[in-house]
């Protein structure tokens, strides 16, 4: 017997067990949880975005100073200053936090900003002392970003950021004027953008990607997904935006949008190729770290306000926590997602899928164990038939395959004490000494 200790290194999760498991709500003005309350954020098009990445520039960056070019304001403000677990720990220990509970008040005192409850982790004595608690899931970012940025470069109705409303928010903020809505007498419309695929570049790069092949395991037949007459994509998963933010945007937009939009759409690609390789140098990681700022700042000088959801925001912290827990493949939820997928399947009552997901794992435990521990074993159904007894002509043979002397032929019947010290090997048969008078 002996006492196994284990440590908890940081949580994989997605956005919303994020919330749950830091204690920081990702929804409303201060929505990340490693900027918190110092985030650059406001209301545009009916909800909440998140912008101010000129912060993350150096002091005498050009962009600081412009104003109508990005969100009609110059830039100032320092990058957001970094907490330690020791500062959060002393903030979370200062809050009076409510019950768990229906019967109880949810709503938050406004010196809690976006603190709900205090994380169980922080009983841990090593918690605060941690650089990384909380890894930002880079599957479902990646997933988030190609879905805002295909979305919006296709003008796809329900997933396009490029929306009236956003339209109206330019006109509210004074800038872009190109992009205002045209109004003819007592009717406004919204005329295709700079950054947006018309009708026919749009049909051009879909069947460019529905006439793509992939090897065989590479990844799944993106062809079934593309709507080329609809103009949209259906059914993407994970992987998919994975492969196709890496392989197959920057080749289709290429030569079909402005070279201001393309460049930075690739640099972004590229920031994804590099970010989840399988090995990272520190150097390499520290040029992600600044690339992904130019590239979001561009992106403010393009697309509307709109368009900068939290999952935008977010990829700024990824070089961060690359540079303190390494590559990205031990830290995202691809593996855990298809774990989950296997258990899922291994449901057959409906409706108790916890009891049938325990028995299918206790099944598949059993056969491991015994898989390990009783190799040399094999199930009855599985071994083969006993050979039957060798005849005179086949010991003959056996002996001329083997380059034995012929037994004499006192000795070529083989008794039964015989017969079970056959060896087959390949072809031929290596039989026992000949029994001398003492056996017999």
Not at 127 to 149: A, G, Q
Not at 177 to 196: E, I, P, T, V, Y
Not at 345 to 362: D, H, L, M, Q, Y
Request: glycine share 6%; net charge positive; charged share 25%.
């Amino acid at each position: 017997m002996f006492t196994l200790r284990a440590a908890v290194m940081w949580t994989v999760n997605d956005f919303p067990a994020y919330a749950m498991v830091s204690g920081w709500s990702t929804k409303g003005y201060m929505a990340c949880l490693v900027c918190k309350e110092d985030v650059t954020s406001g209301w545009h098009a009916g909800k909440v975005c998140y912008l101010g990445h000129r912060r993350w520039l150096p002091w005498d960056h050009e962009w600081r100073g412009k104003d109508k070019e990005f969100d009609g304001n110059t830039e100032r403000h320092l990058r957001p200053r970094e907490w330690s677990g020791d500062e959060i720990g002393e903030q979370l220990n200062r809050l009076d936090f409510s019950p768990f509970g229906k019967t109880f008040s949810q709503t938050r005192p406004s010196t809690h900003m976006n603190w709900t409850h205090k994380p169980m982790f922080f009983e841990l004595p090593y918690w605060s002392k941690l650089k990384l608690r909380h890894n930002l899931d880079v599957m479902h970012v990646e997933k988030n970003v190609f879905d805002t940025l295909v979305g919006t470069i296709l003008d796809i109705n329900g997933k396009t950021k490029d929306t009236i409303k956003a339209r109206l928010d330019l006109e509210r903020m004074g800038i872009r004027r190109g992009l205002w809505m045209n109004r003819d007498s007592d009717k406004a419309r919204r005329d295709f953008a700079f950054f947006s695929l018309n009708p026919n570049d749009k049909k051009e790069f879909l069947k460019f990607v529905s006439s793509v092949k992939f090897p065989d395991g590479y990844a799944s037949n993106i062809a079934r997904y593309v709507n080329v007459d609809g103009g949209k994509f259906t059914g993407l998963k994970s992987h998919d935006c994975h492969v196709f933010m890496q392989r197959l945007l920057p080749v289709g937009i290429r030569y079909l949008l402005p070279e201001d939009v393309v460049k930075p759409i690739m640099l972004l690609s590229r920031f994804f190729s590099q970010l989840t390789a399988k090995t990272l140098r520190k150097t390499d990681i520290l040029q992600l770290r600044r690339d992904i700022v130019q590239v979001l700042c561009k992106f403010e000088m393009i697309f509307p306000p709109a368009f900068f959801i939290s999952m935008m925001h977010v990829m700024v912290h990824l070089p961060e926590e690359a540079l303190l827990a390494g590559p990205v493949n031990y830290r995202w939820m691809y593996p855990i997602e298809r774990l989950l997928g296997e258990l899922k399947k291994s449901v057959r009552n409906r409706s108790k899928p916890e009891g049938s997901i325990i028995e299918a794992w206790v099944q598949y435990e059993s056969l491991t164990f015994c898989g390990i521990f009783l190799k040399s074993s094999k199930p009855p159904s599985l071994s083969p038939p006993p050979p039957l007894p060798p005849t005179s002509v086949d010991l003959d043979r056996a002996r001329h395959i083997a380059g034995t002397p012929e037994l004499p032929r006192r000795h070529r019947r083989a008794s039964r004490r015989d017969f079970f010290s056959f060896h087959r090997i390949g072809s031929a048969v290596i039989l026992p000494p000949p029994a001398t008078n003492s056996d017999t």
